[in-house]
Antibody, heavy 118, light 108 residues
Framework: QVQLVQSGAEVRKPGASVRVSCKAFGYTFTKYAIHWVRQAPGQRLEWMGWINPGNGNIKYSEKFQGRVTIARDTSASTAYMELSSLRSEDTAVYYC???????????WGQGTLVTVSS | EIVLTQSPGTLSLSPGERATLSCRASQSVTSSYLAWYQQKPGQAPRLLIYGASSRATGIPDRFSGSGSGADFTLTISRLEPEDFAVYYCQQYGSSPITFGQGTRLEIK
């Protein structure tokens, strides 16, 4: 069955970077986009960007442009999201999600808690 | 950016009752590209509705979505105990993709 399995929780100091991975199982990885969405404590879900694993096309939210890098390794069926210049406001659960068609998500990863603290 | 505003913020109802959740957009949502998700504590969101009114695979028919333009509604016809959760709407017709702030459905 379809599953997205994310890497484990991370703790970083302000100014550092973090990379979260998302490994896909149970479907053809290159056929569907992967999106990254975060959820800060008590806040709404926030879209960060997406990647088309098939052709490598990427789109970032303007809010994160310059700080976020999304990539994929098709041989490993894995997508990555790296966020740099971390600040305390980046403390959140980061999710990857499989795009079913045009931007709605039929499967989500389990989430990765990133804590930014000095 | 399309801002989605959900109401009410919290809805207190009893099992068996009908729930009506609203999602209003700051401008028209392209092609009714609106989805609804359910989220329980410690879990990832779960897709309920896409395209404003199409139920996702495996979602019970007590969940229904309606609306167009800038006004959308999620209705749960008869609440079951497992339905008490937070519900989010999402628009994916315009970039950036945006979400509402959520409606918390709690047991009365």
């Amino acid at each position: 069955q379809v599953q997205l399995v994310q890497s484990g929780a991370e703790v970083r100091k302000p100014g550092a970077s973090v990379r979260v991975s998302c490994k896909a199982f149970g479907y053809t990885f290159t056929k569907y986009a992967i999106h990254w969405v975060r959820q800060a404590p008590g806040q709404r879900l926030e879209w960060m960007g997406w990647i088309n694993p098939g052709n490598g096309n990427i789109k970032y939210s303007e809010k994160f442009q310059g700080r976020v890098t999304i990539a994929r390794d098709t041989s490993a069926s894995t997508a990555y999201m790296e966020l740099s210049s971390l600040r305390s406001e980046d403390t959140a659960v980061y999710y990857c999600a499989k795009d079913a068609y045009n931007g709605w998500y039929d499967y989500w990863g389990q989430g990765t808690l990133v804590t930014v603290s000095s | 950016e399309i801002v989605l505003t959900q109401s009410p913020g919290t809805l207190s109802l009893s099992p068996g009752e009908r729930a009506t959740l609203s999602c209003r957009a700051s401008q028209s949502v392209t092609s009714s590209y609106l989805a609804w998700y359910q989220q329980k504590p410690g879990q990832a969101p779960r897709l309920l509705i896409y395209g404003a009114s199409s139920r996702a695979t495996g979602i019970p028919d007590r969940f229904s979505g309606s609306g167009s333009g800038a006004d959308f509604t999620l209705t749960i016809s008869r609440l079951e105990p497992e339905d008490f959760a937070v519900y989010y709407c999402q628009q994916y017709g315009s970039s950036p993709i945006t979400f509402g702030q959520g409606t918390r459905l709690e047991i009365k």
